[in-house]
């Protein structure tokens, strides 16, 4: 099953996680198959918190994809303000 899913990055107390697109049995930071944006928990002043290709995501989903939780808060965050 493809998963649309976050992958951890950043340096140690300052996570950053970028959103892709990956079969279920690979490793959290392991192979994607695609990368459809990123997402700054951390994010201050002008930095951007979600950037998201919302066109991509969506293509996903119509081909079976599936968000997990926080992905799906996220993807309602970008679909809105877009």
């Keep these: 099953m493809v998963k649309i899913r976050l992958t951890r990055g950043g ?14 049995r690979s490793a959290r930071d392991g192979r994607n198959i695609e990368r459809v944006g990123f ?3 951390v ?12 066109e991509r995501v ?3 989903l119509d081909n ?3 968000l997990t939780d926080k992905v799906a808060d996220l993807y309602k965050q970008a679909a809105k303000a877009a």
């Design 64 to 66: 079976g994809a599936q």
């Design 39 to 41: 997402y700054n928990p």
């Design 43 to 54: 994010a201050t002043g002008g930095e951007k918190r979600v950037e998201l290709n919302v």
């Design 11 to 24: 340096a140690k107390k300052r996570p950053f996680y970028h959103i892709i697109v990956t079969d279920s």
């Design 58 to 60: 969506k293509h996903w």
